[in-house]
Structure formats: structure tokens, C-alpha cells
């Protein structure tokens, strides 16, 4: 039995030690009342970011490394700068020896970096005195991933250089580019989609067929739910937002028949794919469940038929320029994906084997068809999403297709696995205690490790949001606020014994504008939650467009903040996914759902008179602005309440299309697991019949619901 340490550190140095790792000490709750952060806690997430603190001698050494950390090195690991600024960055060397610093840009292109007068004294750090230069990039760089360069005496090194855009224009700019001065979308759940050719669930051509529609409506963009990709088979997680991976998309997504190869099937595959559609599309019509794991599974055993088809030789070296282009993120999710069809979540292979070792390569070697299939599969995803954002784009739509981005992975995904050496383990992001949830939220996700993502030079997180920002005129970024900091919950304690740890976000953010700018796409944060006023402001000035829901926005009495007050550069909405449908919303569903759940902590009375208070003053707006007849019936409420939203000068106005049908259901309970089938509704009417894409065009509640927000707009 292992001895327990004797000499505890004490509270105050273990907060001096957090402090310089960018660990919150403290945190306002959500009821304004500023709360200290264990030593237990901080001790616990200290580990998690590699330091031990478990003892005061390890204190003491771990507070007096970070002092000499940056002095070990030669150049910063990652250095980033505004467009048309200059920066100062350190430069360590023996004391006294002479330095060379430059830059080499994107293009080749080398620029000298300049050195400055500042002086600091050397300093003693393993036995060798220690001198510190401070150079600055020059003015004119342009934007991109650039390489810092030093050479010195015996020794030289690199550092990633990052010059990002001062402001990103494209939401900024959206009614220039788009000819109006405010424009609407629609906010879907695909999954829960269907048309008269779906295998069950919602696909790409689904997507392309909804664009079109909306598209010829007036709509300018549909933003999506995320298309992460989840397990290789099933069974699949139901969830969009706990995935495997956050770079890669679902199979689960793509129309067999559009795939080129799919014509050219023998007599005999093509019975077999015939019979499993079939199969597949025999639950079209069911209103009760997505049938996800059904579908998948019909669905990839259609898929393997397929890809045994030869790609002739010009599509052959479009998926090889494909995988190339990729690169290894692609290859080592293949690779996951091929081990984890034979190895289940809890096999110790996760834990023994690495990406990048001897037994990674045997492996490689042996599922090398498998990997071929899995990279397959991203290829022709990729394939039909590009046609699904140009069919959104000759449909009208000035901004197309917009995706939404999760916060994060599954503890035991493909990315836990592929980026550890980029993640904290022992670590899992959730929230702290609210209103809502007074134990506070465990989410599970392993987080981004600060110091590590910035050794990586941030390739992890540009990766990811080039892949998703290949064919999309814009990206949602759920928990926005995460680029700032997260909620970290050591694995092992309550969701509330958590801390704040905190991200480079001038980084991050700079980061997510300049690929939004190379991919000319616009950036929605999901702002909403627990925040320090500057963060907001901050995000605006970075030219990143905020969340707005019409239930959510208060003035400073608490009552509902007129429209006309919402900020412009937002994209505001009646709901969001976490919240019932607005029809179900205005029958109360919500609170009936809880009630049986018991999730409430009021009476059913309680919550029924402050939600009709709610309700009332809402509906009080309306009608101070003749939007609401006194004897309007459910359908005119909900376009009412969409010719209010429209009164916002908000850039974007998201219409949801489960308020265009009249579902009521809501697709995601927060506070439930198996209690209730979050993101397994389908989209149905009020009968309970599902509705399918093709009768859009002619179903008169949603043509009505997208003429009264078109003409609100105009």
C-alpha cells in the first residue's frame, strides 16, 4: 500500500502554481456569488496538464520549472499576430552568443526579424546562464501559417508563425454580399429528415433537395446539425454533439445511388443494394424513431458493394489527390476506424497502442483494404457535400450551407485516440451549477490541452476546421465561450468540484477567422451561458456573429428585451434544439415531459404560470405591434412570433424546420440519457405523420411560415 504525502501543499501556493498554468482559482456562479476552487480540484487538474502538485516539495518545483519553462527554450512553440501588426516574441540562448532570426512565409518568401533594445537580465537555468533576446515580425507579413526560424552557436529551431485577419468581413459584410439587408435560413436536424429515396434517416441529397426548396423561398443558408462521424458500425452514439471525431463526417450521411460508381454494379449487387434499400425505406414512413443503427448498417453493407466497383483511372486519382491532401489526420482515423470494427471501446489495445507506433504500422499493414474503405468513404462524402453546397448556391442561397462545429469528442473516440498527445487526459469539459442543473454538467469530452495544442502549432484545430470548412459558406461554433475557456471536471468528481481552465484565445479565435476567410464563410458563436461582458464585445470586434433567442433575451429589469434592441451581428431565432418546437413550446410539452421525468424543481403549477407569464409578455409584444390578432389560432402565433424576430436588425434569422411543420416534439431533453430518445424524433405534423422534403413545396404551413418571414425581411 503506497504511502500518502506528508507535506500537503498549501492552498495559496497551489493557487499561485494553477495561476500560471491558466488554471481558474475562483469563478462567479451563476447566482453572482464568486467561489473558490478546491485544493483537491486543483490539484487534479494540475495533473491533467502534466504537472504534479501532489506534494508542497512538487509545488515548490512545479512553480519554480514553469518560471524557467520559456527559458529552456530557443523560440516560442507558436507565435500569433494580427494582420498589419507587429509583435515581440522571446529568444533564448547562451549568454553572450550571437542569434540569427527570420521568417520564411507560405510562399517561400524569407523576412528578416528585427531585434529590439529591450534588455533582460540572463538568467540560471540548468547549470548554464541563460540570455533572452526579444525580436519583432515585421509589419507586412502576409496573412497565413508562416515558420520562425533561429540559429545560434551549435543549435537552432522553429516555431509556428500565424498571421491572422484583423476582422473576418464575411458576416460582417453578409447584406453587401448577399444584396439585403438581413437574411434567413433554415435550422434542420438531418437526421431527422426524410424524403420519398432516404434509407431511413436524412442524407446529403436530403440536404441539397432542402437547399433548393428554401433556396427558391428566399432563404440565403441552412445551417445543419453536426455531421461529425460516429462509430464505423453500429451500434451508433444518437447524439451529433459527443462524436468521434470533430474533423471527419458520418457515413451515416450519404445517398448510395449518388455515387458514381453505384451504376455500375453487377446484376447480382445491384438485386442486393435494391433489396436493402428497400428495406431501408420501409421505415420512411414511421413517425416514432429514426431507425439510425437499421440504416447504417443497410447502408454500409451497400457501401462495401460498392467501393469493390474500380474507379476508373480519372477517379481513381481524384480520391488519391483526395487522401493526399488529407494526409495523416485522414489515414489515422482510417486506421481507427479498420480496429475498431474488430476491438470493442473498452479493449486494452486503446490504451497500449498508439497512432505512431511498431504496432500501429503492423496493423496498418494488415487492415490496409479496411483503411482503404474508411478513406473511401470520406472521399465520396466529400464528393457529395461540395454538390450539395453548389446546388445550394445555384439555388439562390448567398451563404449555403452552414455547419455546426461540437465542442467536443467521445472520451473513447477516434480522436481521444488519434490526438492524445493534444488532449488532457484525466480530464472531462462540462459546466458548472446553474439554475438548471445545480449539480453542475459532465459532458464527458476530453478537452484541448492548452499548452500542447500550442507545441502543435494549433495543426490539430486548423485541420479540423479546413476539413469542415471545405465545401460551406459558413460554421456554427457551439459553446463559443470554449475557445476561451473550459469547465474542467477531474474524471472521478462531482460535476461541481470543477475548475476554469484557460485557452489562448487570441489564438484560437484568430485561427477559426483567417480559415473562415480563406473559405469565404461566415462564423456564428453560440454565445449564450455564463460569460465576462468583454468576451462577447471581444468576438464582435473579431468580426464573429453572436446567438440571439427570442425566449433567452432579457433587458436589464428582466423584462423580454425588445427585438429592435438585439444586437446586428447576431443570428437570431425563436428556439434552438434544446428547447420543444415552438408549437410544442406554446402547448407547455416542455413541462410536461419534465414533469414526467421529474425534472422539475417547482410544482407542475409553479412552472405552468411563470411560463405563461413568459408566454403573455411575448405575446404582449405582438400585439403593441399589430402582429397578433386576438383570436389567432397556433400556426398564426408561431408566424407572429417570427414577424417579431424579424423585427431584430440581426443579420440572420434562423426559421426552424420543425416550426415550419407544426412538430411539437422536442429532438434533445438536457438532463436525460436513456429517459427520453434525444435526436431519434422524426420530423412529423401535428397528427403525428411524417413530413417529407418533396411535399414542402406545396405544404401550406411552411410555405406561409416562409412568406411571412420573407415579406417581415423585405
Same mark, same amino acid.
Given at each position: 500500500m503506497s504511502e500518502q504525502p506528508t507535506d500537503e501543499p498549501s492552498l495559496?501556493?497551489?493557487?499561485?502554481?494553477?495561476?500560471?498554468?491558466?488554471?481558474?482559482?475562483?469563478?462567479?456562479?451563476?447566482?453572482?456569488?464568486?467561489?473558490?476552487?478546491?485544493?483537491?480540484?486543483?490539484?487534479?487538474?494540475?495533473?491533467?496538464?502534466?504537472?504534479?502538485?501532489?506534494?508542497?516539495?512538487?509545488?515548490?518545483?512545479?512553480?519554480?520549472?514553469?518560471?524557467?519553462?520559456?527559458?529552456?527554450?530557443?523560440?516560442?512553440?507558436?507565435?500569433?499576430?494580427?494582420?498589419?501588426?507587429?509583435?515581440?516574441?522571446?529568444?533564448?540562448?547562451?549568454?553572450?552568443?550571437?542569434?540569427?532570426?527570420?521568417?520564411?512565409?507560405?510562399?517561400?518568401?524569407?523576412?528578416?526579424?528585427?531585434?529590439?533594445?529591450?534588455?533582460?537580465?540572463?538568467?540560471?537555468?540548468?547549470?548554464?546562464?541563460?540570455?533572452?533576446?526579444?525580436?519583432?515580425?515585421?509589419?507586412?507579413?502576409?496573412?497565413?501559417?508562416?515558420?520562425?526560424?533561429?540559429?545560434?552557436?551549435?543549435?537552432?529551431?522553429?516555431?509556428?508563425?500565424?498571421?491572422?485577419?484583423?476582422?473576418?468581413?464575411?458576416?460582417?459584410?453578409?447584406?453587401?454580399?448577399?444584396?439585403?439587408?438581413?437574411?434567413?435560413?433554415?435550422?434542420?436536424?438531418?437526421?431527422?429528415?426524410?424524403?420519398?429515396?432516404?434509407?431511413?434517416?436524412?442524407?446529403?441529397?436530403?440536404?441539397?433537395?432542402?437547399?433548393?426548396?428554401?433556396?427558391?423561398?428566399?432563404?440565403?443558408?441552412?445551417?445543419?446539425?453536426?455531421?461529425?462521424?460516429a462509430e464505423p458500425a453500429p451500434p451508433m452514439e444518437a447524439s451529433p454533439y459527443l462524436p468521434t471525431t470533430r474533423r471527419f463526417f458520418s457515413p451515416l450521411y450519404l445517398r448510395v445511388e449518388a455515387i458514381p460508381e453505384a451504376v455500375l454494379l453487377d446484376t447480382a449487387a445491384r438485386r442486393s443494394v435494391s433489396r436493402l434499400w428497400i428495406g431501408a425505406t420501409a421505415r420512411n414512413r414511421d413517425a416514432e424513431d429514426v431507425p439510425r443503427d437499421a440504416a447504417y448498417a443497410a447502408k454500409l453493407a451497400a457501401l462495401e458493394l460498392v467501393h469493390a466497383v474500380p474507379l476508373s483511372p480519372g477517379r481513381a486519382r481524384r480520391f488519391a489527390a483526395f487522401r493526399a491532401g488529407q494526409g495523416r489526420g485522414l489515414e489515422d482515423f482510417a486506421l481507427w476506424c479498420a480496429l475498431r470494427e474488430q476491438h470493442p471501446q473498452d479493449d486494452p489495445l486503446w490504451e497500449t497502442c498508439s497512432p505512431w507506433g511498431e504496432e500501429a504500422d503492423g496493423w496498418r499493414e494488415q487492415l490496409r483494404e479496411r483503411i482503404d474503405f474508411h478513406c473511401w468513404l470520406q472521399w465520396v462524402l466529400d464528393e457529395q457535400l461540395a454538390q450539395a453546397q453548389e446546388t445550394a448556391r445555384i439555388s439562390g442561397m448567398g451563404v449555403g450551407i452552414v455547419h455546426d462545429l461540437a465542442v467536443g469528442v467521445h472520451p473513447l473516440g477516434a480522436d481521444a485516440w488519434t490526438l492524445r498527445g493534444v488532449l488532457a487526459p484525466g480530464a472531462e469539459v462540462g459546466a458548472p451549477p446553474d439554475m438548471y442543473n445545480q449539480q453542475g454538467q459532465n459532458w464527458s469530452q476530453p478537452p484541448w490541452h492548452p499548452g500542447r495544442l500550442a507545441e502543435a502549432g494549433y495543426a490539430p484545430f486548423r485541420d479540423m476546421l479546413r476539413t469542415i470548412l471545405r465545401h460551406a459558406g459558413g460554421i456554427r461554433v457551439d459553446h463559443v465561450l470554449g475557445l476561451f475557456r473550459l469547465w474542467w471536471v477531474p474524471v472521478g468528481m462531482p460535476a461541481d468540484q470543477g475548475a476554469y481552465v484557460y485557452y489562448d484565445h487570441e489564438a484560437?479565435?484568430?485561427?477559426?477567422?483567417?480559415?473562415?476567410?480563406?473559405?469565404?464563410?461566415?462564423?456564428?458563436?453560440?454565445?449564450?451561458?455564463?460569460?465576462?461582458?468583454?468576451?462577447?464585445?471581444? &468576438?464582435? @470586434? $473579431?468580426?464573429? *456573429?453572436?446567438?440571439?433567442?427570442?425566449?433567452? !433575451?432579457? #433587458? %436589464? /429589469?428582466?423584462?423580454?428585451?425588445?427585438?429592435?434592441?438585439?444586437?446586428?451581428?447576431?443570428?437570431?431565432?425563436?428556439?434552438?434544439?434544446?428547447?420543444?418546437?415552438?408549437?410544442?413550446?406554446?402547448?407547455?410539452?416542455?413541462?410536461? &415531459?419534465? @414533469? $414526467?421525468?421529474? *425534472?422539475?424543481?417547482?410544482?407542475?403549477?409553479? !412552472?405552468? #404560470? %411563470? /411560463?405563461?407569464?413568459?408566454?403573455?409578455?411575448?405575446?404582449?409584444?405582438?400585439?403593441?405591434?399589430?402582429?397578433?390578432?386576438?383570436?389567432?389560432?397556433?400556426?398564426?402565433?408561431?408566424?407572429?412570433?417570427?414577424?417579431?424576430?424579424? &423585427?431584430?436588425?440581426?443579420?440572420?434569422?434562423?426559421?426552424?424546420?420543425?416550426?415550419?411543420?407544426?412538430?411539437?416534439?422536442?429532438?434533445?431533453?438536457?438532463?436525460?440519457?436513456?429517459?427520453?430518445?434525444?435526436?431519434?424524433?422524426?420530423?412529423?405534423?401535428?397528427?403525428?405523420?411524417?413530413?417529407?422534403?418533396?411535399?414542402?413545396?406545396?405544404?401550406?404551413?411552411?410555405?406561409?411560415?416562409?412568406?411571412?418571414?420573407?415579406?417581415?425581411?423585405?
Open positions: 495559496d501556493r497551489l493557487q499561485v502554481l494553477a495561476a500560471a498554468h491558466g488554471v481558474g482559482i475562483d469563478f462567479w456562479s451563476f447566482y453572482g456569488q464568486l467561489q473558490q476552487v478546491s485544493a483537491q480540484t486543483l490539484v487534479r487538474v494540475l495533473q491533467s496538464l502534466g504537472v504534479d502538485a501532489s506534494t508542497g516539495q512538487a509545488c515548490e518545483q512545479a512553480i519554480a520549472d514553469r518560471e524557467d519553462e520559456p527559458w529552456r527554450r530557443l523560440l516560442p512553440p507558436t507565435i500569433v499576430v494580427r494582420e498589419g501588426d507587429s509583435v515581440s516574441f522571446p529568444v533564448h540562448v547562451a549568454d553572450g552568443d550571437p542569434v540569427r532570426v527570420w521568417i520564411v512565409d507560405e510562399s517561400g518568401q524569407e523576412w528578416p526579424a528585427y531585434q529590439g533594445d529591450q534588455w533582460t537580465p540572463p538568467r540560471e537555468v540548468d547549470g548554464v546562464r541563460v540570455g533572452r533576446a526579444t525580436f519583432w515580425t515585421p509589419a507586412g507579413l502576409p496573412l497565413g501559417w508562416h515558420v520562425v526560424r533561429a540559429q545560434t552557436e551549435g543549435r537552432q529551431g522553429e516555431a509556428t508563425l500565424v498571421v491572422v485577419p484583423r476582422t473576418l468581413r464575411t458576416g460582417i459584410d453578409l447584406p453587401q454580399r448577399v444584396g439585403r439587408a438581413r437574411t434567413w435560413g433554415l435550422m434542420v436536424q438531418l437526421y431527422s429528415v426524410r424524403s420519398q429515396r432516404s434509407w431511413g434517416v436524412g442524407d446529403i441529397e436530403d440536404l441539397a433537395d432542402l437547399a433548393a426548396i428554401t433556396g427558391e423561398a428566399g432563404a440565403d443558408w441552412i445551417l445543419v446539425n453536426p455531421l461529425h462521424a484560437l479565435v484568430g485561427i477559426l477567422c483567417l480559415e473562415a476567410q480563406r473559405a469565404g464563410a461566415v462564423v456564428i458563436g453560440e454565445d449564450l451561458g455564463t460569460f465576462e461582458p468583454w468576451v462577447r464585445e471581444f &468576438l464582435a @470586434d $473579431r468580426g464573429l *456573429l453572436g446567438t440571439s433567442i427570442l425566449w433567452f !433575451e432579457y #433587458a %436589464a /429589469d428582466h423584462s423580454p428585451l425588445p427585438p429592435e434592441a438585439y444586437r446586428r451581428g447576431c443570428l437570431a431565432s425563436v428556439n434552438t434544439h434544446d428547447l420543444p418546437p415552438t408549437s410544442g413550446y406554446l402547448a407547455g410539452e416542455h413541462i410536461a &415531459l419534465r @414533469d $414526467r421525468l421529474g *425534472l422539475l424543481a417547482r410544482t407542475v403549477e409553479q !412552472e405552468r #404560470a %411563470a /411560463d405563461a407569464a413568459e408566454q403573455a409578455r411575448i405575446f404582449a409584444m405582438c400585439r403593441e405591434r399589430g402582429l397578433l390578432p386576438d383570436e389567432a389560432g397556433e400556426p398564426e402565433i408561431v408566424e407572429a412570433l417570427y414577424r417579431l424576430l424579424a &423585427l431584430a436588425p440581426a443579420v440572420m434569422q434562423g426559421v426552424a424546420l420543425v416550426d415550419a411543420v407544426g412538430e411539437r416534439r422536442i429532438q434533445n431533453q438536457p438532463g436525460t440519457d436513456k429517459e427520453y430518445p434525444n435526436w431519434r424524433i422524426p420530423l412529423a405534423d401535428p397528427d403525428g405523420r411524417v413530413v417529407f422534403v418533396e411535399e414542402l413545396t406545396t405544404n401550406e404551413r411552411a410555405q406561409s411560415l416562409f412568406r411571412a418571414v420573407r415579406e417581415a425581411l423585405a
